[in-house]
């Protein structure tokens, strides 16, 4: 089982950079695949941005890439979301996930779940 933990979430004016923090718990966190998600007021959670198990291959939604990046540390352990460019339609709570496959980018795929953490873009 794998327990998670989001951190770094607040409150950043548009054009602006946060960087959140997942932190696992277990010793076969190597094994799993890890995405963002997030979930705005009244939509639906969606994919951000995923992971493979290895850290060799990455996935971005449309929305993100270019502004987003996601990395791991398997000593740690812990997954990273480096968002830079911050825009106000990036407000959202933000989940990480952790999928038994290598790598994931379907809400339906991920086995655990953190508690979310909020990201307010405004001015």
């Known amino acids: 089982q794998v327990q998670l933990v989001e951190s770094g979430g607040g409150w950043v004016q548009p054009g602006g950079s946060l960087k959140l923090s997942c932190a696992a718990s277990?010793?076969?966190?190597?094994?799993?695949?890890m995405g963002w998600f997030r979930q705005a007021p009244g939509k639906e959670r969606e994919s951000v941005a995923a992971?493979?198990?290895?850290?060799?291959?990455?996935y971005y939604s449309d929305s993100v890439k270019g502004r987003f990046t996601i990395s791991r540390d398997n000593a740690k352990p812990t997954v990273y979301l480096q968002m830079n460019s911050l825009k106000p339609e990036d407000t959202a709570v933000y989940y990480c996930?952790?999928?038994?496959?290598?790598?994931?980018?379907?809400?339906?795929?991920?086995?655990?779940w953190g508690q979310g953490t909020q990201v307010t873009v405004s001015s």
């Open positions: 996930g952790a999928t038994q496959l290598s790598m994931a980018t379907r809400e339906t795929s991920y086995d655990y």
């Open positions: 277990g010793r076969t966190f190597r094994n799993y695949g």
């Open positions: 992971i493979s198990s290895s850290g060799t291959v990455t």
